[in-house]
């Protein structure tokens, strides 16, 4: 009942950012906490970044602390992650998820997902 479609992504170099939206569906956003999980080629999924319903508060894999930021717009039905300073140890399929309650950082909890963007960062 939810569908997520995540945007934003591309290639850039060491030290660049993007900004990645994930647009959803529905009219239930706003009751749901969101994540970004990334995979990268023969790698397990990895949590990044949680916000809870409301916004106010977030989680953070210690890896993106300090370079990447999670925020959402409910009217816009819409979460961000802007990624700055991004290293070549970024480079994944960023995934959005949502799932009803409070923010997690295990991916197994999340009921919905997107597709999936690409970011490739060189050196």
């Known amino acids: 009942q939810v569908q997520l479609v995540e945007s934003g992504g591309g290639l850039v170099q060491a030290g660049d950012s993007l900004r990645l939206s994930c647009a959803t569906s529905g009219r239930t956003f706003s009751s749901y906490a969101m994540g970004w999980f990334r995979q990268a080629p023969g790698k397990e999924r990895e949590f990044v970044s949680a916000?809870?319903?409301?916004?106010?508060?977030?989680l953070y894999a210690n890896s993106v602390k300090g370079r990447f930021t999670i925020s959402r717009d409910n009217a816009k039905n819409t979460v961000y992650l802007q990624m700055n300073s991004l290293e070549p140890e970024d480079t994944a399929v960023y995934y959005c998820?949502?799932?009803?309650?409070?923010?997690?950082?295990?991916?197994?909890?999340?009921?919905?997902w997107g597709q999936g963007t690409q970011v490739t960062v060189s050196s």
């Open positions: 998820a949502a799932r009803e309650g409070a923010a997690r950082s295990m991916g197994s909890v999340y009921d919905y």
């Open positions: 916000i809870s319903v409301s916004g106010g508060i977030t």
